[in-house]
């Protein structure tokens, strides 16, 4: 069955670069999550997505912006990166906000 | 503070133990999952128990629902040295309320299973 597939598994930036986090949902679903995930930590949530529309914020520095596109992949967009910024950053999607949320592999960045 | 605070925060087994996890949480849900995750990998959904469930089975996990105490337990049998990982609970809020759209994680439990 498909995933939601994220690239690049690894991305290795330096200070003050951007980086661009692309999320490929499941096919159908209508919903994406991105999630950033320090060190030890729980995943903390940081925007979502209905049918193309953005939902819901939460933790997301206005150094970063998301969208979602017509073919409902998701790109995050992170500037003028930080060295806190290291962390992974899970895509997820479901089929509405309220059916079980199917997590990518992540993408681990790495700000030096 | 956090929504879906979990503990014990690590809990050490031996293969064939029972392992028990709790969750608790603060707001109105629509439902609760639970996830695993392999050290530095991906989240793999578990389970989801909707607020006017009780219990749900898959397996070897068993979860339950308090919604009453806003809480939640995840039992997995007989372990195997294999199920050791972090898991972690999340909470969907329900329909029309300010959590609505987003899964909020707890702190996480690190299980460790002993051959």
């Known amino acids: 069955a498909a995933g939601v597939i994220q690239s690049p598994r690894h991305l290795i930036k330096e200070k003050r670069e951007t980086a661009t986090l692309k999320c490929y949902p499941i096919?159908?679903?209508?919903?994406v999550y991105w999630y950033q995930q320090g060190p030890g930590q729980d995943p903390q949530f940081l925007i979502s997505f209905y049918e193309k529309m953005q939902s819901d914020k939460g933790s997301i520095p206005d150094r970063f912006s998301a969208q979602q596109f017509s073919d409902y992949h998701s790109e995050l967009n992170m500037s003028s990166l930080e060295l806190g910024d290291s962390a992974l950053y899970f895509c997820?999607?479901?089929?509405?906000?309220?059916?079980?949320?199917?997590f990518g592999q992540g993408t681990r960045l790495t700000v030096v | 503070s956090q929504q879906g605070e979990e503990d014990p925060q690590a809990l050490s087994i031996q293969e064939g133990e029972n392992a028990t996890m709790n969750c608790s949480y603060k707001?109105?849900?629509?439902?609760l999952q639970w996830y695993r995750q392999n050290s530095g990998r991906g989240l793999v959904h578990l389970i989801l128990i909707r607020s006017n469930e009780r219990e749900k089975h898959s397996g070897r996990l068993r979860v339950t629902l308090d919604t009453s105490k806003k809480s939640s337990s995840l039992l997995i049998t007989a372990s195997r040295a294999a199920d050791t990982a972090s898991y972690f609970c999340?909470?969907?809020?329900?329909?029309?309320?300010?959590?609505?759209?987003?899964?909020?994680f707890g702190q996480g439990t690190i299980l460790t299973v002993h051959p």
């Open positions: 997820a999607s479901s089929l509405a906000a309220v059916y079980e949320a199917f």
């Open positions: 707001t109105s849900i629509n439902n």
């Open positions: 096919p159908r679903h209508d919903t």
């Open positions: 999340a909470t969907a809020g329900e329909l029309g309320g300010t959590s609505y759209g987003k899964l909020t």
